[in-house]
């Protein structure tokens, strides 16, 4: 639109007429006058309407798409330093009527409704402020990673989602008709990041993850984005941690960068960071939990989701002011066909998740890099070495010793923003009962 003035640019064109657009979010009928609310993609502005524009409006329900030519006021308030504008309305111009009252009620400071009805009424309940903020500081944390990789001379690939075979193997993928055949949608990248990173030696991308899970918790979606990466070359195991450490950094300064209305608006103080993300081998994790947490699970394979919680959100900010914590060296049996052993302690892998701020977000390693080995790391774990035929064709004719991870973009905003289900960090979440919106 021509001419148009942006809510937020308003107080720049104190005594000017200006043309703002918006939708209709809230209404004072004062029968001689009226006050509007106006928001647009940036904010709300108070406009003040006089009996005929009342008279427009009569009928029309809130979420009315309106066009304002007005006058830029000091906004009279209480607060003498408040230093707010308002818009004394001149011409009103109704764009796109609403004439149905809408289902959920977003004209409040706060949605007040179960998590089930805000996400029947994704449509409306998105337009709410609170709810808007959740994916501008999502889209932040996206372009906070891609300036990272950027800087280190990675190369950003667009992964397939359509795939013949089963990346992370288990059960947990869905199968689709694809002509006469059977595919999968691909449970993660790994398989075409560790193909690509053999000619580009690091590489990057935000992918689509599905995974048939078989529960609804408040941690897991059947449809998810995955920052996918991967590094050739690399000494060890520390320098892909490096690397998780050094992008998360990034991602949430590029969120306190660019999204202040946005933090103050969710009310959310961001997870301490501390001079160095701790690095602890699950042996030792459990053992802290053991003797501080008072919890004995070290007889288990794997933290509980309790465990991880208490880590990153008790232990690491009290011993190193930080909400991020390392944990490596997982056991086999967790270990995923591509993770490479650790031979120098046989039944450690090199493997890490990190745990941020409640739970895991990342999950990495570094890979088999040797043909042989990858063969027989495949049969170990019961699969078919011909059903990974392409896949193999890259040791095969060779790879250099390398490593990366994955990390789940809707767990680190769920994490960072501290909401309780990750569907809230999910624009149009997919779960086990939800495919709508
Ligand atoms: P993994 O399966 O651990 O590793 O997944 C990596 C990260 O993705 C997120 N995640 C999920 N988010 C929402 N719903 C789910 N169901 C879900 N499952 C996983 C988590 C997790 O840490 N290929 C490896 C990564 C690698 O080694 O590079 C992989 O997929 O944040």
Redesign the pocket.
Known sequence: MKNRTLVTALPFHLGQEVTIAGWLHNLRDMKNFGFAILRDRTGLAQVVLEAAHLEQLKGLQLETVIKVIGVVKEKKSKDPNAKEVEVQCVTLEILSPVTDPVPVEIAKPDIDVQLETLLDNRVVTLRHPKQRAIFRVQAALVHGYRAYMERQGFTEIFFPILAGAA??GGAEFFKVNYYDREATLT??A?LYKQITMGVYEGVYGLSY?F?A?KFATS???TE?N?F?FEVGFVDGMGEVMDHAEAVIREQIATVERDCIEELKLLNVTLPPLGAQFPRVTLKEALQLYKDEGGIDETAEPDLSPAAERWLSTEWAPKAHGSGFVFVTSYPEAKAKFYTKPDHDHPGDMFNF?LIGFGS??????LRVNRYDEQIQRIKDKGLNPADFEDYLMMHKYGIPPEG?????L??LTQNILSLSN?KEATIFPRDVQRLRP
């Not at 895991?360 to 390693?365: H, L, P, R």
């Open positions: 990346s992370e449970q993660s790994q993850s995974r899970e941690r897991h979606l998810f995955q996918e998740d895991e977000i990342i999950s990495g390693g990366g991870f994955g990390m789940g809707q767990r990750i």
